[in-house]
């Protein structure tokens, strides 16, 4: 991410090192300073002064006599997703001013109508052409209110995929370290009882996600979403398990909800395939 070739490039460092506005990285210090945490999208950048966009998120590990030993920032790479968003952006803006000339044009077509039908009551020779021209205007007004709706209906697939993309970076990019960060046997009960707090806090951020993947796996249960998304990403039970500080036979039990719910309980389909397919 940083662009060097050994950890000790980034781990120990500041964030002013990397930050890309001395400004920011001044604001993200007094909030640590006071409140022990920061959380919010800023650029930073590489070795090579390149920048990019990320979110970060700042928490101060503290010792048993609750003295703080270590800052720890968390960034995710959201570069491909504030592409898109300023993009998306662009698009909506684009598709407001071509919104608000149709309209114009619309109000322009409707004060000519008006000036149309008093002219055909002069000229009766001309009634025909006239609602022949009005027709075609219509027409073609619907076409152009068509193609609005396809790409309004665009942009909602746009930010779905959007979405998406923000749970599986959560989900493969911190997801695991918090793991890995439990799994350590030197671990304290106070920096555990941090580590399941940021957990925590990260499944209500993507709890939306969650319910968009409920409606996709029909009558699933939120946990029973939360399994399958994880059986489509490949994990296994054991890895369920961890993630979700469930058992073993805690989750096979789930994946044969799943597969009954799913009307896979005599398929000899694989589970994992079919949520794929659903994606």
Request: glycine share 4%; hydrophobic share 40%.
């Amino acid at each position: 991410m940083w662009g060097g070739a050994f950890p000790e490039e980034a781990i120990g460092h500041i964030v002013q090192d990397f930050a890309g506005s001395g400004k920011v990285a001044r604001e993200i210090n007094k909030a640590i300073i006071g409140d022990g945490k920061w959380f919010g999208e800023l650029m930073i950048k590489r070795r090579d002064k390149s920048t990019f966009d990320v979110q970060l998120s700042v928490n101060t590990i503290s010792g048993a006599d609750m003295e703080p030993i270590h800052i720890l920032y968390a960034f995710v790479d959201i570069s491909d997703q504030k592409k898109a968003e300023r993009e998306l952006k662009k698009s909506h803006e684009l598709l407001e001013i071509r919104v608000m000339e149709r309209t114009e044009a619309l109000q322009n077509l409707n004060r000519q109508n008006i000036r149309e039908i008093e002219e055909r009551k002069q000229a009766g020779k001309l009634l025909l052409q006239k609602e022949k021209d009005l027709t075609e205007k219509s027409l073609e007004l619907e076409e152009m209110n068509m193609a609005l709706k396809v790409l309004l209906r665009q942009r909602e697939k746009d930010k779905e995929h959007i979405e998406m993309d923000i749970f599986d970076n959560i989900e493969k990019n911190i997801f695991p370290y918090i793991k890995k960060l439990l799994n350590r046997k030197k671990i304290g009960s106070v920096e555990r009882e941090f580590i399941l707090t940021i957990e925590s806090h990260i499944k209500e951020i993507v709890s939306p996600f969650l319910r968009k993947l409920q409606t996709t796996y029909m009558q699933l249960t939120p946990t029973e979403v939360m399994v399958a998304n994880l059986i489509r990403e490949a994990k296994t039970n054991k890895e369920i398990a961890a993630l979700l500080n469930s058992s073993i036979q805690a989750v096979e039990f789930h994946r044969k909800n799943i597969r009954q719910k799913l009307n896979l309980k005599h398929s000899k389909i694989n589970l994992r395939t079919y949520l794929v397919s659903l994606s």
